[in-house]
Nanobody, 113 residues
Framework: QVQVVESGGGLVQAGGSLRLSCAAS??????MGWHRQAPGKKRELVAR???????YYADSVKGRFTISRDNGKNTAELQMSSLRPEDTTVYYC?????????WGQGTQVTVYS
């Protein structure tokens, strides 16, 4: 059974930084990504990285967030800088392989001004 576990959320002042970590069990995943979902809104893709290192970022985080991964450890990290209050929400890690997505439980990020 695949398990996806996130860590690293917390409380930070606007302009500050946080690093989120994600660990997935099992064999290598074709994609690992971070999503977020604010109350009453749809879950949105924030950043994603393939096993080959190709990355995607939502326009709202380009230049501020950086995603990286370690294929050998099945881990992915999201370095978030220049955080804004509107970045406040729950962040979820998703790991994909063989057409299936596996989700973590989420980690709360709160940015105060």
């Amino acid at each position: 059974q695949v398990q996806v576990v996130e860590s690293g959320g917390g409380l930070v002042q606007a302009g500050g930084s946080l690093r989120l970590s994600c660990a997935a069990s099992g064999s290598i995943f074709s994609r690992m990504g971070w999503h977020r979902q604010a109350p009453g809104k749809k879950r949105e893709l924030v950043a994603r990285i393939t096993s080959g290192g190709e990355t995607y970022y939502a326009d709202s985080v380009k230049g501020r967030f950086t995603i990286s991964r370690d294929n050998g450890k099945n881990t992915a990290e999201l370095q978030m800088s220049s955080l804004r209050p509107e970045d406040t929400t729950v962040y979820y890690c998703a790991a994909a392989k063989l057409g299936s997505d596996y989700w973590g439980q989420g980690t709360q990020v709160t940015v105060y001004s």
